[in-house]
């Protein structure tokens, strides 16, 4: 049984409520939202359980295989405005189905232009325009090249009784973060390529600068 470090409060699940969901296209289904006291950031995280999420927590409690998770930061321009600069709002679309096709759980975290805030994403966009990558315009307002922490979501999984996962993700830094974080990801599961004439900058730097499960056909 994994042990929070000292100065971790445990986190607990704060309330649960059933929700469907529609997608643009037509997919539907229905999440079990989770909402929790006791994260280290004091954000507005959630948990949605999707499919049979809790047959498959009784079966990884009893050695079988874990979970499917995919931690998903907040893209108010992808996710609902469906911004085709990144690959967010298709990522997400491709997560829900998977997950409730297998059971599991999407961890939707508030952590907005990777880590930095809305308004500041949308500055480093105005960067990008003027030919910084999407890295290099995040440290030239001054910030990191990714400020993102997992620590909320190691949190949320611990409160949900998740100690190993199946990732879906393209990054290997939430596997690092989350692996030094008490969880124990036994696959990492990439998503689908997303490409539009917009975003094929942006996915191929994220290939290449930070070494994404990306293949990109239009990159070599």
Known sequence: MFEAPAGWEKATIRRQVTVPLRFPDG?????RVMT????VDGKEHLALGLGDWQ????????????????????????DVFGSQR????PQLRE???????????LLYLRQEGRGIGLYAKLDAYALQDDGLDTYQANVALGRGEDERDYTAAAQMLLALGVERVRLLSNNPDKAAQLDALGIDVTQRIPT????????????????????????????E
């Open 27 to 31: 997919y539907a289904t229905s999440a």
């Open 192 to 219: 689908g390529v997303h490409l539009s004439a917009a975003n094929v900058r942006y996915l191929s730097v994220k290939a290449s600068h930070t070494a994404h499960t990306i293949d990109l056909p239009l990159a």
């Open 55 to 78: 047959r498959s927590l009784t079966k990884a409690a009893a050695g079988g295989r874990a979970p499917l998770v995919r931690p998903h930061s907040e893209c108010l321009t992808g």
């Open 36 to 39: 929790f006291n006791g994260l």
């Open 95 to 105: 997560a829900v189905e998977r997950i409730a096709d297998q059971g599991g759980f």
């Open 86 to 89: 990144c690959d967010c709002g």
